[in-house]
């Protein structure tokens, strides 16, 4: 079921939202492995579900979503246990969630509370999963506070949010997620909000620390710039479902769903001329409660081939057989009949 | 009124300077100024687009604010060759005679979510300027609404429609078609592409090349992607804490930039290319000066790698040191910068 080496495995997960006007498959059938010490990055366009995967591997997601199928294999130390199983507030999964796995989120203004020191909420989280009294805990929080590069430590331990810069509040935010030296960070945009020359800082940052606490971790961005410089492997998402995935040279270099490479023809790089028309993906991302038939990607296509991809949905293949590096779901590498059910 | 204006220019900005008062106390006496923009200079020569880029807090935004005379400079001079044919200082038009100079210069903004009015119909949004201007009647306008939806890639139906009913790219176009509706000869762009999905944003930025090149307009392109910025300006303007630091064509620019700062910008933006990963990374250290305390000397001189003692002492001026490019740097002339290859 779940390879020893693995450190996370998602099978087939899949994360719905019923509302008043329908349910709306935000994840709709996603899988990956994860390995320790490696990166891998979820891209994807705002609304193909990146952040609710990393929110569900957590099970912290905003009401009224819940996990509707799937499996979330957690390595623990040897023992595999399924995280999607559990409840949210299930013990075994408050035990994994910040100590094991943590979470860095986009808005570092909106993830601290206002009225508490940056310090003390650092130092609650600290003790809650750590055997530690208030005075290592503060040590180790401002022991944290060096490694990620906030300076003056011993008074800045006692500022509140608005009193740091973007920039640093990202930082603060992930001293608080390593400060229980998780074997797994999820970063969900984590420089979005910031500017370019602070971006590069916090992403040599995040591979520093990765180096040094040998931490696997899952970066959500919209940005290919931001995947082509950090990760190891690389999923493309598109309405809650995995396009292709593969190591991050094969996806930049060797794409094999039209939609990857519609993606990145149409960003403008900065080694582009200027002056050059962009090649774009025609019309736009679908409504949740509108999804195509078929392939959802069918009608963006340039390639869709009439009466298969309007028709049956692609399954999440190798593209070589028995090669799961490889995996792409498009009707254009597998041949449909065989995989009509 | 009679100025002056280099004949290929369409706009200049001569000394432009926005300070705004920080007021404190029961009587909010002003204890002093974020010198938002602080002696700007520039010029937009006609039917070029001139790129404006900077992080956040540089002032860029102010700078177009001001250009449109949507915020009062605090001093300075903005000269305008009209499409009347005269030329005249918007620094220091009354609102009223503004009035006549406002449909040369039109704005298209970041947000497309709220800067369409949500109770008004496409038609009214992009009629709404015409209708101020004096085109009352209806036919008339609804002739003109359809020709400028076509324009911009939208079909004339749709304008019965509310904006809740479109795409934010859509939505994008129908702002550029409101900016458009009076035939302006330069349009400020604030960031249009900056909320946009990647598939999406460059479907808008061909569309604001193709416009370009159909009505002869001159953009102010103010964005803080670089990317984006090389791919539109035929020049870009780079802005530190409120200063101009550098002004030149784009390609020169981006392959050799003359100041510490841009090629600092330069080296931040990660490349969509995970080939090209930099092997060593020389990024900026230090956070953005506060525009309301600036470092003496060169704003820059703290975060410079080069800086020397007449740097901390003496603030440079932006100098022309090569034709056609600007620069503000005491040692512009000998250092040997790196670009993008």
Redesign the interface.
Known sequence: MNDKNTLLSVKDLKIHFPTDEGIVKAVDGISFDLYPGKTLGIVG??GCGKSTVGKGILNILEKPGRITGGNIYWNNNGENIDLASFTSDHKTLRGVRGSEIALVFQEPMTSFSPVHSVGSQIIEMIRLHKDMNKKEAKEWAMELFDMVGIPNATTRINDYAHQF????RQRAMIAMAISCEPKLLIADEPTTAL???????I??LLQDLQEKHKMAMILIT????????V?DDVVVMYLGRSAEKGP??SI??DSKHPYTR???E????????????????VG??PAPFNRPKGCTFHPRCPSYIKGVCDTYTPEYLPLVNNDDSRLVSCFLHHDPEKEVV | MTQTIDNQNILEVKNLTKFFPIKSGFFKKTIGHVRAVDDVSFNLKEGETLGLVGESGCGKTTTSRCVLRALDPTSGEIIFNTSSGSTVDMATLSNKELRPVRKDIQMIFQDPFSSLNARMTLLDIVGEPLLVNGISNRSERLDRVSELLKLVGLRPEYMQRYPHAFSGGERQRIGIARALALNPKVVVADEPVSALDVSVQAQVINLLMDLQEQLKLTYLFVAHDLSVVKQISDRVAVMYVGKMVEVGPTEKLFQKPLHPYTEALLQAVPVPDPRQRKSEKKHLAGEVANPADPPSGCYFHPRCPYAQDICKTTTPTLEEVKPGRFVSCHRAKELDLSGIK
Request: charged share 20%.
């Open positions: 366009e705002s810069s973007g920039g640093l500017d370019v020359t602070t971006q590069a800082q992403l040599d919209h940005n290919l710039g931001v995947v082509a410089e990760c991050v040279d930049f270099h519609g993606l990145l149409s960003i403008p790089s900065i080694n582009s001329k200027q002056g050059e028309r962009l090649k774009s993906i736009t991302i």
